[in-house]
Nanobody, 124 residues
Framework: VQLQACGGGLVQAGGSLRLSCAAS????????MAWFRQAPGKEREFVAT????????YYSDSVRGRFTVSKDAAKNTMYLQMNSLKPDDTAVYYC??????????????????WGQGTQVTVSS
């Protein structure tokens, strides 16, 4: 399965963007999907996940209440609605999937399949 992330861009602080992650084939309900981001000079960090089956969602403390992760199974697409954006949100955003265990869903090593990333830049 190939993942294609898009929707990034330049936005002013306080603005909104919606990222999309489209899969090349159907992603079954047994897959968990997640968003990560990586700022220049920093490690890739967890942003949000929507887990398999029940679709429970989890967020990092830094985005909780501002970002919303969702998916449309019919379109094989996951979304990340980002509101009240801050300059600290500036990063390349990546989507990822896994069919493996996700008890440590915040760990980059849990995910086996990654998209190419989309740049989000928030100006102050």
């Amino acid at each position: 399965v190939q993942l294609q992330a898009c929707g990034g861009g330049l936005v002013q602080a306080g603005g909104s963007l919606r990222l999309s992650c489209a899969a090349s084939t159907r992603i079954s309900g047994s897959a968990s999907m997640a968003w990560f981001r990586q700022a220049p000079g920093k490690e890739r960090e967890f942003v949000a996940t929507i887990r398999r089956s029940g679709g429970a969602t989890y967020y990092s403390d830094s985005v909780r209440g501002r970002f919303t992760v969702s998916k449309d199974a019919a379109k094989n697409t996951m979304y990340l609605q980002m509101n009240s954006l801050k300059p600290d949100d500036t990063a390349v955003y990546y989507c990822a999937t896994t069919y493996g265990p996700t008890s440590t869903y915040w760990d980059v090593n849990v995910y086996s399949n990654w998209g190419q990333g989309t740049q989000v830049t928030v100006s102050s």
